[in-house]
């Protein structure tokens, strides 16, 4: 079993910045790929960006290129997420998990989640 705990979200102004970090205890994520998704309300749960597991390679979503950086320290077992120029349709719950299996921007191919983090940026 892997436990997933995300942190530091927060409120922010329009074109600000925040690093979401998510550590990981009960197992080494090592050797998982990893994703960062977020949900707002009334809407699904969509991918924001996933990690290799040795950090070589990294997809986004198209909403967040060039804005998001995804990366991982495996020796510190934790994921981040930074996010500058955010904008107020980034606001949401973002979520870390790890990746089993299918595609990166499928929900169902993850099998560990963290509880989340709220992250709302103000206009």
């Known amino acids: 079993q892997v436990q997933l705990v995300e942190s530091g979200g927060g409120l922010v102004q329009a074109g600000g910045s925040l690093r979401l970090s998510c550590a990981a205890s009960g197992r080494t994520i090592s050797s998982y790929d990893m994703g960062w998704f977020r949900q707002a309300p009334g809407k699904e749960r969509e991918f924001v960006a996933a990690?290799?597991?040795?950090?070589?390679?990294?997809d986004y979503a198209e909403s967040v290129k060039g804005r998001f950086t995804i990366s991982r320290v495996n020796d510190k077992n934790t994921l981040y997420l930074q996010m500058n120029s955010l904008n107020p349709e980034d606001t949401a719950v973002y979520y870390c998990?790890?990746?089993?299996?299918?595609?990166?921007?499928?929900?169902?191919?993850?099998?560990?989640w963290g509880q989340g983090t709220q992250v709302t940026v103000s206009s």
């Open positions: 998990a790890a990746f089993r299996t299918g595609r990166y921007y499928d929900t169902s191919g993850y099998r560990y």
């Open positions: 990690i290799i597991w040795s950090g070589g390679r990294t």
